[in-house]
């Protein structure tokens, strides 16, 4: 399962929805995606603009957690 931390990130630096999708050129309904966890793709550009934004490195604001077999 990857975890989507845009949520935790955006409270980390006091940020709306809407602030993040000005600042980095993502439509807000994917920004809401992101924030819930919803989202089924991602594209690379968008990965980049969130590193950007948030100066911050991609394991930041994505993370791996293992399936418990």
Do not use: W
Request: proline fraction near 3%.
């Amino acid at each position: 399962m990857i975890k989507i931390k845009v949520s935790d990130m955006l409270g980390k630096y006091k940020m709306t929805q809407k602030e993040l999708a000005q600042k980095t050129g993502i439509r807000p309904g994917t920004i809401s995606a992101l924030y819930h966890e919803t989202i089924k793709r991602i594209e690379i550009a968008h990965i980049d603009a969130l590193c950007k934004a948030f100066n911050c490195q991609v394991e930041d604001i994505f993370e791996y957690i293992p399936d418990d077999k």
